[in-house]
Structures are given as structure tokens and as C-alpha cells.
């Protein structure tokens, strides 16, 4: 029997993989007005997104908008064990799968580290109000951010949950390792969680 994070983790993959390119490129063009709304999105210099795949919302008109704007860009490029870091990327970088079979930017040169950007744009298969958030099971993000669970929050960088409206759940109950994120943002609204946070 599954536990029940890897049975949500499955429901919503699934449930996600069943939209058109139609219906994701609605949400794509609903996410960057819902984004665009986002002060401490605009105004932040260095932002990292991510190379969407397996039916996650996409980006790409998120990140061109940030790139019209002048914001420095970055993806999530996987090293060795479950490190993670952030390597510059412009529209039309060359990208080479990892080992997982994402995208990533094919250079090392220039990465960051999460705690030098402004804001992070976070994928996710589930979400709560609280910001609580079901990943892919990797630890990668919570392993990279795990500075910020001490911290007060909002803090820099700001987490940003990316996701279809219908991957918000009434309630995610975190594992002690899990980073929570700051707002959400899906197709249909803009969720503030720190708002949130400590509520029934």
C-alpha cells in the first residue's frame, strides 16, 4: 500500500498529465498575469525558474517577461548526490538532460547558490494554504533551502510555489525536512502563505 504523500504525489501527476497543450498554455498565459501582479517578483534581480516537464505548468512566458524586464535568469542544474545549483540561463541557452532527464543549462559557469537570489520559482505536485508542498520526493529544493527553517519569513530568496489550481489540497502535513514556501502562485490566484501559516 502506498503512503498517502506517494499516492497524492501519483493522483496529481496523473490528473496533471491529462491536459491538452491547449489548456496548459491557458494557464501558462493566466500564470504571468497572476505573476505579473507580483511586486517582489518584478522587482527581484535574479530569478530562478524551471524547465517544466511531465505536464508542470510552464514558464516560458513568465521567464520572458522577467528576461524583457532585465532580470538575470537561472535554472536548477543537479550535482552530484542530492546537491543542487542555479546556472545562468537566457531564452535560447542550450540545455542538456540531467540525470533524471530534465533540461538543465549545459554550463557551470557563474552558479548561485539558492540564498543569492531574490526569488525562486518552486515546482510542486501538491500545495497547501500554509505553504506546505509536496515535492517529487528528491529533497533537492528542501535540502538546498534548508537555511530558510530557522529563518523568519517572508526572506530572501522568497519561495514561490508554482501550480494548477487544482493541486492546492485542504491540508499537507510537512516532514520535519520540508522548507515551506512563501506564496503560491497557480492559474487562478495568488496565494500569500505566510498569511496563512500558524491558522487551522
Not at 550535482?79 to 532527464?101: H, I, Q, T, Y
Request: charged share 25%; hydrophobic share 40%.
Amino acid at each position: 500500500m502506498d503512503d498517502p504523500r506517494t499516492a497524492l504525489r501519483r493522483r496529481m501527476a496523473e490528473r496533471r498529465r491529462t491536459l491538452g497543450p491547449q489548456e496548459r498554455m491557458r494557464a501558462a498565459q493566466e500564470l504571468r498575469r497572476q505573476l505579473d501582479a507580483l511586486p517582489a517578483l518584478v522587482d527581484a534581480p535574479r530569478v530562478a525558474g524551471y524547465w517544466a516537464c511531465d505536464g508542470e505548468l510552464p514558464l516560458n512566458l513568465v521567464l520572458a517577461a522577467a528576461a524583457l524586464r532585465g532580470q538575470s535568469l537561472y535554472l536548477p542544474r543537479i550535482e552530484s548526490g542530492r546537491r543542487m545549483g542555479f546556472a545562468p540561463w537566457k531564452l535560447g541557452d542550450e540545455v542538456e538532460p540531467n540525470r533524471f532527464g530534465i533540461p538543465e543549462p549545459t554550463t557551470r559557469e557563474g552558479m548561485l547558490e539558492g540564498r543569492e537570489l531574490d526569488a525562486v520559482l518552486v515546482p510542486l505536485l501538491a500545495f497547501d494554504p500554509r505553504g506546505h508542498r509536496l515535492g517529487y520526493g528528491g529533497g533537492f529544493y528542501d535540502a538546498h533551502f534548508a537555511f530558510l527553517r530557522d529563518q523568519p519569513r517572508p526572506a530572501r530568496p522568497l519561495l514561490i510555489g508554482i501550480g494548477y489550481a487544482f493541486q492546492q489540497c485542504d491540508a499537507i502535513t510537512p516532514a520535519e525536512w520540508d522548507v515551506r514556501l512563501d506564496i503560491v502562485a497557480t492559474d487562478q490566484a495568488l496565494i500569500d502563505c505566510n498569511d496563512h501559516h500558524g491558522t487551522s
